[in-house]
């Protein structure tokens, strides 16, 4: 069984799709840590629901990125979206010469066990190269400044599209304003979107590793 630590039902039903063996809900407030990248927030939740849970956990952590606007509003999206609002988020991305953005989620996976190394050195400092790592198929591990290792597995999910004036009546958060194939995520149903979308990517990632067979 995997804890996914989410206060959201809607999340834990999407992983059930991906996933062949049971997925339970489970909320915990962890503290989350600020940082520039979701990796970093991603991996700190799964540690601190590890230690809570003592069991199998996956944490997840996503946002909008806007390629001019050097990847902002990124781990800050919720932030962003409750202080500016979407339309000043659409603003400020039209008055760029490039609209193209990205919806991006990261994974991650927390069982306490050892996962095959890494081969670059790993640091709280270098997630980008966590995320590479991940993307040629190998574990990744971040060190607590305790100096307790717990390893972590990442797995991002990525969706990329247009930043656009808001449309639709669906979905939430950035969902209005980010266009993908001819359609904003507010316009698409909900199985149309968990079709395409960042979290699903990444939870496909997730559910080849983990039943992979040398995991």
Not at 93 to 121: I, K, L, W
Not at 155 to 181: K, N, Q, S, W
């Amino acid at each position: 069984m995997i804890n996914f630590v989410t206060t959201n039902p809607g999340k834990v039903a999407e992983a059930r799709e991906y996933l062949g063996e049971p997925v339970e809900q489970f909320e915990f407030d962890y503290p989350e840590r600020q940082a520039t990248d979701l990796a970093t927030v991603a991996a700190h939740g799964a540690r601190a629901a590890y230690r809570h849970v003592g069991e199998p956990v996956i944490v997840d952590d996503s946002g909008l990125t806007i390629d001019a606007l050097g990847g902002f509003p990124g781990p800050y999206s919720s932030y962003v979206e409750d202080k500016l609002g979407i339309e000043r988020v659409w603003e400020l991305a039209r008055a760029e010469d490039d609209q193209s953005g990205a919806f991006r989620a990261v994974m991650a996976y927390c069982d306490g066990e050892s996962f095959e190394a890494t081969p670059e050195p790993v640091d709280t400092d270098r997630r980008g190269q966590d995320i590479a790592a991940d993307e040629r198929g190998e574990a990744t591990t971040d060190e607590q400044v305790d100096d307790e290792a717990i390893p972590v597995r990442l797995f991002e999910g990525v969706a990329p599209g247009t930043i656009v004036a808001p449309r639709g009546d669906g979905g939430f958060g950035f969902d209005p304003i980010f266009e993908y194939d001819g359609q904003t995520y507010a316009e698409m149903s909900t199985e149309e979107k968990n079709a395409i979308s960042h979290r699903g990517r990444a939870l496909a990632k997730f559910a080849e590793w983990y039943g992979s067979a040398d995991r």
